[in-house]
């Protein structure tokens, strides 16, 4: 397997993207192998921003680009493995048709379009995702371990069960606030540092289920909400799945 970040949560907790080099630093100072995506707002930012990642001694899966044909061109020419499910369709019934029709472009060009599973999508609780895979036979599966949580599903299923459509995994911890007397500073749900949830759902259970179905491609840590230094948390998460590898 190869383990990487979603930087998104980087995003929100720093402001922004301001010195892409100095994160990528970061990362692979941790030991990081890569990034999920670099996001480019033309083929020239895509070419630097993909040196930069080679430069750095890492790697990256996908490539978004100011809309999703472009995003499909660019990553496609940049050598890379897949783009997400970006559709418009706000029904389960329009998301599948639209899917397809994006798999099928995806495919034309050595790509596979793969479904993120979301809280507030079209494909949200468990049930969903089954029911996406089943119509849509030509899409691959970016499995976020958190956001399945959330709604009370169970990713080491999914993982056993669809091992053969898995494109990439997101690794996401779920934290929620039982306590009797709520803080207003600190949410009531959060996604944290892999090993800090109390949902009773185990990551570490997941790494060992792809490890044992030989999985060889992309975990990505994402965590979307710091309440502290993102390095540090990014630290914390890497140690636990290097423990959780033994």
């Not at 980087?10 to 080099?21: A, R």
């Not at 079209?122 to 969903?128: D, F, K, M, R």
């Amino acid at each position: 397997m190869k383990i990487g970040v979603a930087d998104f949560g980087m995003n929100v907790w720093e402001g922004g993207l301001f010195d892409f080099e100095e994160r990528l630093t970061n990362l692979k100072n941790i030991g990081y192998q890569g990034v999920e995506r670099i996001e480019a707002i033309s083929a020239d930012d895509a070419i630097r921003k993909a040196t930069m990642v080679r430069k750095a001694g890492l790697d990256f899966a996908t490539c978004r680009g100011p809309n999703p044909e472009v995003s499909i061109l660019w990553t496609s020419a940049l050598g890379k493995e897949y783009v997400w499910v970006s559709v418009t369709a706000k029904d389960f019934d329009g998301f599948c048709r639209q899917a397809t029709i994006q798999a099928r472009a995806c495919k034309r060009y050595g790509l596979q379009a793969a479904i993120h599973n979301h809280c507030g999508t079209p494909v949200e609780t468990q049930e969903q995702l089954e029911a996406f895979l089943s119509r849509c036979p030509d899409c691959g599966m970016l499995l976020d371990t958190g956001h399945l949580i959330a709604v009370n599903g169970d990713p080491v299923q999914i993982v056993r069960k669809y091992s053969t459509r898995i494109t990439a995994v997101h690794l996401k911890d779920i934290w929620q606030d039982t306590s009797s007397e709520k803080k207003p500073e600190t949410p009531a749900r959060r996604f944290c540092e892999l090993g800090a949830g109390n949902s009773g759902r185990d990551n570490a259970e997941v790494i060992k289920v792809l490890k044992d179905i030989g999985y060889q491609g992309w975990i990505f840590v994402e965590q979307d909400t710091h309440l502290k230094d993102d390095i540090v948390d990014l630290i914390t998460s890497y140690k636990y799945i290097q423990k959780a590898l033994l």
